[in-house]
C-alpha cells in the first residue's frame, strides 16, 4: 500500500488550512497513495489562539470538507483537528476545553481517535485545555489494519504494544511536536523504538518547522517526518521544511518477524 506524508505548517484559519490540506492531498492522490497522513493540529496550530473557539464535531465545515475530498481522490485522510469536550475550572478561570482529535475520513469511514496521553511536560500542560481521550481507535483499509496515537502518545509504549494486540500492523502518528534541548534527538529515536516494541509500521507525521520570523509558543513542529518498518529501520525521513514522503508498505512479512520477535 503507497502512503503519503504531508509535512506542511498551519496557521488559525481551519479552512485556509483545509486549503493548503487540500492541495497537499491532490498531489499525493496523483502519486497513487491510498492513505495520506497530515499532522496534528492540520486544522488549527497550537499557538494560534484559543482552540475552542474552531473546534467543530465530525459533521462541522473543516471535518465536511476533509470528507468530502477524500471521497473524491478514493483516498483515506488522516488529519489533526480540534472537537468541542467539556469545562473545567483552573483557578478562577472556566475552561471550555476541547479533544485533540484525530480525523480518520475516507473508503466509509469517517472517524476520530483523541489523543490520550495529553502534552503535560517540559512546562506545558495541554490537559488544561485539551481533555484527555481514553479509548484506542483501530480501523481497515483494503485488508490492512492500522492504528492511531498522537504525538506525545509516543512516549507511551504499551499503546503502541495494545494497538498492535488489537490486530495493527501499521501505526500513524500525526504530530507538532516541541522544539527544544534534545528534542529533535529524542523525536528520532521514538518512533523506531516504537516500531520495535509493538513490531508494527510506524508512519510518523509532523507540523514542519516555522520560519523564524512566524515561530509561536508551544508546540509548534520541528519536521522530521518518518516512515520506520517493523524491525525498527527508517525507511523515508524528511527535514524541518515542508515536505511529501511516499512510502510503499508491504504488511506480508509481519507475521513471520512477530514470529522471530515475539514481544507482543
Known amino acids: 500500500m503507497r502512503i503519503a506524508l504531508l509535512q506542511i505548517s498551519t496557521n488559525f484559519d481551519k479552512m485556509d488550512n483545509f486549503s493548503r490540506l487540500e492541495e497537499a492531498a491532490k498531489k499525493a492522490a496523483k502519486k497513487g497513495a491510498r492513505v495520506l497522513v497530515f499532522p496534528e493540529a492540520t486544522s488549527q496550530s497550537f499557538g494560534t489562539g484559543r482552540l475552542d473557539t474552531q473546534a467543530e464535531d465530525l459533521d462541522g ?23 468541542p469536550a467539556d469545562t473545567v475550572q483552573r483557578g478562577e478561570k472556566t475552561i471550555a476545553r476541547v479533544n485533540n482529535t484525530v480525523l480518520i475520513s475516507g473508503a466509509g469511514m469517517h472517524q476520530g481517535y483523541d489523543k490520550i496521553h495529553t502534552y503535560d511536560a517540559f512546562g506545558y500542560k495541554e490537559s488544561d485545555t485539551v481533555k484527555p481521550g481514553d479509548e484506542l481507535v483501530v480501523f481497515d483499509v483494503d485488508g490492512i489494519t492500522f492504528g492511531v496515537a498522537t504525538c506525545y502518545d509516543i512516549r507511551f ?108
Not at 67 to 74: D, P, Q
Not at 168 to 192: F, H, M, N, Y
Request: with cysteine.
Open 61 to 83: 465545515e473543516f471535518s465536511t470538507a476533509v470528507k468530502e475530498l477524500a471521497v473524491e481522490l478514493n483516498v483515506v485522510i488522516i488529519a489533526g483537528m480540534f472537537s
Open 157 to 264: 509504549p504499551e499503546q503502541f504494544k495494545d494497538l498492535a494486540r488489537k490486530g495493527a500492523q501499521v501505526i500513524v502518528v500525526p504530530t507538532s511536536w516541541q522544539d527544544g534541548p534534545g528534542k529533535l534527538e529524542q523525536w528520532k529515536l521514538l518512533p523506531r523504538a516504537r516500531a520495535l516494541d509493538s513490531t508494527s509500521w510506524i508512519v510518523a507525521c509532523g507540523q514542519a518547522r516555522l520560519p523564524k520570523e512566524i515561530q509561536r509558543k508551544g508546540p509548534t513542529g520541528i519536521g522530521h517526518s518518518m516512515v520506520v518498518n517493523p524491525t525498527g529501520e527508517v525507511v523515508v525521513s524528511a527535514g524541518y521544511e515542508p515536505q511529501m514522503l511516499i512510502a510503499d508498505i508491504d504488511v506480508h512479512d509481519l507475521g513471520k518477524i512477530r514470529e522471530m520477535l515475539p514481544v507482543l
